[in-house]
Structure formats: C-alpha cells, structure tokens
C-alpha cells in the first residue's frame, strides 16, 4: 500500500497564502520536516497578480522564478532552494482529492496519504466555467480561463499562433479590464463583453467606470454592454469561429478569453467544516470550526472587525496578511500566548495599459467623484470617497503618488466625518492629505 507521511503542520495550496504561510513559519522558527506545502501546481508559491499582466506583455515580460512569493510586496523571493534550506516540503503536482478533518488526513488523486496535526486551507478560488450554466459550444479550443500558471501558459501561446487575430473578452470584471489590455498589448483586435451598464460594477461607479471605458475606447478596445455570450460555433478543428451574442449580434473570434468570476475551493470540506456566505467561516484568528484547522485567504470568510460583519475578500493583500495571521496564532497558541484579532482594512488595486488605481475600504453609501475623470487629459488623475452615516468609508484614486495612497488609505482606516459631498469632492486629495 501507498507510504504514509505525517507533517506538524500541512498547508493545502501552494498559491500565495499558502507561500505566505511558508515564510511565516520559518520566521517563526519552524523545524525541519515539520511543515509541508501540499499544491496542485508543478511550480513552487508565486505571485498570483502577475499572469493577467507582465506575463502576458510581449515586452517586459515576467518568468518564473522572477515572481515566487514574496516580492509582491517588496519581500525575501522563494525560490524552490529556499524550502530546501529551511526542511520545508514542496510537495507539488499533487491534487488533494479527499479530506477527513476527523481522522486529521488528506489523501492525493494518486492514494498517497499525508496527516497533520495542524491544517491551513488555502485553496483559493477556481474560475466559473462558461459550461458550468450551459452555454453551447463553450468547449471549442482557444477559449481560455486565467487562474494558474498553466493558463497563462496556454493564453501566451495562443497570443503567438493567433498573431494580429481576434480576441472577445467575455466579462467585464477584473480579468475582463487586465486581459483586454494584455491584449490589446500584443496588437490583438479585442472586444468586451458583459451584461451590466457598466464595467466592474462591484467597486466602480458610472463616473469610475466612465473614464475607463473612454480609455480603453481611444486604445481600440471595443465594449458591447447589456448583454452575454449565449454560444459559441467552431471550425471544423475544433477552434473557436464566432461568438453568439444574446441579443443576436455575432462576432468573429480566433481566441475567447472569459472572466465571468470565481468560485472558492471549499467542497473537499463540505459538511465537515462550518460555512458562511461561500467560504470557510473563521474567527478573528483565521481557526475554523474544526479543532486546529484553520483556513485562509480566498476561501475564509472572516470577521472584518472594522465593519462588524463576516466577509469574504479574494484578492492578493488580504490572502497574504490572512496566512501570516493564521501561522501567528498557530504559534502563539502553542506558547500559551496571544496575538492581536485581524483587524483588516479592505486593499484592491489594479493595473493595465499605464493605468493604476488602488481602493481601500467599503464602498458603499454615497459615492462623490474628485479630480479630472476625463480620459482625454492628462495626467488621470480622479478618484472617488463614499460616505456612509457622515463618515467617508472607502477611497478609490486613480494615478495615485505612493504618498497620496498612503492618504486614501489612512482616510479609509480613520473614517473622518465629511458634512458636505460638493466640499468633498470640491477638495479631493487635498481632504485626504489632511488627516
Ligand atoms: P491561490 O489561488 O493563490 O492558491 C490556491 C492554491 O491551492 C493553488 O495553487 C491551487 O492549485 C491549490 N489547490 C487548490 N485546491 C487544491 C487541492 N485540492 N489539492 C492541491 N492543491 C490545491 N488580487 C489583487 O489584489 N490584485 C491583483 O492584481 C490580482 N490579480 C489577479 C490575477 C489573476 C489572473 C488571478 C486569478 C487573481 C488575481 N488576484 C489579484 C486575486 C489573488 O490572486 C487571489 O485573491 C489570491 O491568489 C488568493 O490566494 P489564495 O492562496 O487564497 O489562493
Ligand atoms: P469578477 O467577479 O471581477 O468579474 C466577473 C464579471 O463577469 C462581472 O463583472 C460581469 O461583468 C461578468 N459576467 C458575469 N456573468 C457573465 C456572463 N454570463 N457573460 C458575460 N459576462 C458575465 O471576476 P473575474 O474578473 O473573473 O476574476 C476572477 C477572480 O480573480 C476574482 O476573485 C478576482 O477578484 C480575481 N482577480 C483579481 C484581480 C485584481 O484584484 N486586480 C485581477 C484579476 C483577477
């Protein structure tokens, strides 16, 4: 029968929580052959972000290992030798198929069987397939999904076969904005698509989301809005040919890209683990339900303390600071001792063309727009605050300096009082560089 292993500590994913996690416990002085990193993955923890942008760009382009974990945010870079040095194991290519948190054991697609005496989660998010509600012909070739490096692999060798080709880009998300703009990049001739009246309707408001589809229009990015790919036909080689719109419109298509959203891996834990709104409910600690089973990043939804209420948060700063705060309170509790409640203030940003903006906090409330968001001038900088019961709440700004960040962040975190909307909009940055 196949060879049992037994960690102390076992992470389950080795995406950027799970390489986050790693370096927390060696700085917390993790043993040798106490800890494994279990992924699906071939390649060790790297920086999501990077694959719907520098590795997609035909110039300037980024290679693993120039973006292991963690140089993200301007730390140490983890190369496969790192783990070595440090008795960590990498055990990649291998897909963890079954859970059973009662006899504390996971076992691989191939049987191996590896225990722990302690668990991080950290499976992070699959994507939602097009076939998953039914779209027809949504399995010919070149219709692509971004979620791992295996992915991106394929997208870039598509951008070389299909040159001066086609792309249509179903959904007008993250993915949508970042992979329209790779790319348009690479010469491509791209066009959007998605159902809402504008694009990123989950944080951007009319008068954001203006200026970006102005700027994406004057790049030769074409949008169609208000409606969704309803099927696909292929060529005779099983490539993608067109794309059916809902409305009836067809649109020729040599590659599909489709970021309709993602889904988080909870399911190898169903029933066993208690759940909330889509993810692994945790305490302020990241512990689960489960005796010392904790689960971090995409799939944990946590108390964010400054809101009072249980959240789930799928983007990179969070999945980073959520296994560093797990690895602390694994540690603490061993020692007997305590740390700090995850006290989190929400951070997204986005990049693409020579675009950049950074949100911090809630948006939610009234939203007043500041600055120039027309996106014929220059240099673009516009942002936007919302306020909830008089107090602005969140803070978005577009071509921000580091400095000026820093400020909307500290707005978002303080959550000042703000009498007027036309006197806050009326000062802009300025009412942020104040507190
Ligand atoms: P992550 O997805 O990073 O890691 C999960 C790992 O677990 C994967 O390696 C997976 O293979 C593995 N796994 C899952 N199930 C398994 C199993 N059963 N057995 C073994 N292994 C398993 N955010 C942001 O703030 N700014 C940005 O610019 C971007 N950009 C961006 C681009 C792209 C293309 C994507 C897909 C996502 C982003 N994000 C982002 C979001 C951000 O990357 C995301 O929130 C974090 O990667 C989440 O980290 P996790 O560790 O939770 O999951
Ligand atoms: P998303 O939730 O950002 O966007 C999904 C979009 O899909 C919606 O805005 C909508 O326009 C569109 N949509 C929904 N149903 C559709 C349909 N039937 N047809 C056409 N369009 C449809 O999700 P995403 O862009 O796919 O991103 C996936 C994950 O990756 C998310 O967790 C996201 O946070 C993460 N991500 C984050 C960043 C970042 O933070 N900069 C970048 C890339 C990816």
Not at 88 to 102: F, G, Q, Y
Request: aromatic letters at 10%; proline letters at 4%; one cysteine or more.
């Amino acid at each position: 029968s196949m060879a049992e292993k037994h960690f102390k500590y076992i992470a389950l994913g080795g995406g950027v929580s799970g390489g986050y996690a790693a370096r927390e416990f060696a700085k917390q002085g993790v043993q040798p052959g106490e800890l494994a990193i279990i992924s699906k993955e071939a390649v060790a923890p790297y920086e999501r972000p990077a694959l719907s942008k520098a590795y997609l760009f035909p110039e300037g382009t980024a290679r693993l290992p120039g973006f292991h974990v963690c140089v993200g945010s301007g730390g140490e870079r983890l190369v496969p030798d790192w783990y070595k040095e440090k008795g960590i194991e990498l055990i990649l290519s291998t897909e963890i198929v079954k859970a059973d948190l009662s006899s504390k054991s996971l076992t691989s697609a191939s049987g191996e069987i590896f225990k722990y005496d302690n668990l991080v989660i950290a499976t992070g998010s699959t994507v939602i397939k097009l076939s998953d509600f039914g779209v027809q012909g949504a399995d010919a070739k070149n219709i692509f999904y971004l979620r791992e490096i295996d992915d991106a692999d394929k997208l870039v060798e598509a951008i070389k076969t299909k040159k001066n080709g086609k792309v249509v880009l179903v959904g007008g998300g993250y993915i949508g904005l970042e992979l329209s703009a790779a790319m348009r990049v690479n010469d491509l001739d791209v066009t959007m698509v998605y159902p809402e009246p504008w694009c990123m309707p989950r944080l951007f408001t009319a008068d954001i989301a203006k200026f970006y589809e102005g700027y994406y229009t004057n790049k030769g990015v074409k949008i169609i809005k208000g409606t969704v790919a309803a099927g696909f036909s292929s060529h005779d080689n099983g490539e993608v040919k067109e794309v059916q719109l809902k409305d009836g419109r067809v649109l020729a298509a040599d590659i599909v890209v489709v970021g309709v959203g993602g889904r988080p891996l909870t399911a190898l834990f169903k029933g066993q683990v208690a759940e909330e709104k889509g993810g692994i409910k945790t305490d302020g600690f990241f512990k689960t339900s489960v005796p010392d089973v904790y689960a971090v990043g995409d799939v944990a939804t946590f108390p964010l303390k400054l809101y009072g209420e249980l959240r789930r948060v799928e983007h990179v700063d969070h999945a980073r600071k959520s296994a560093e705060q797990a690895v602390k309170a694994i540690k603490a509790s061993e020692e007997g001792k305590a740390v700090e409640e995850y006290d989190y203030l929400p951070y997204f940003y986005s990049r693409a063309f020579d675009l950049s903006w950074q949100f911090y906090g809630d948006n939610v409330g009234d939203a007043v727009l500041f600055g120039d968001n027309d996106p014929a001038s220059s240099p673009h900088k516009f942002g936007s605050y919302w306020i909830k019961d008089g107090k602005v709440v969140g803070a978005f700004l577009e071509s921000g300096t580091p400095e000026e960040n820093k400020a909307i962040a500290k707005v978002a975190r303080v959550q000042p009082p703000a009498d007027s909307l036309e006197q806050l909009s009326k000062e802009g940055l300025t009412f942020a560089s104040k507190i």
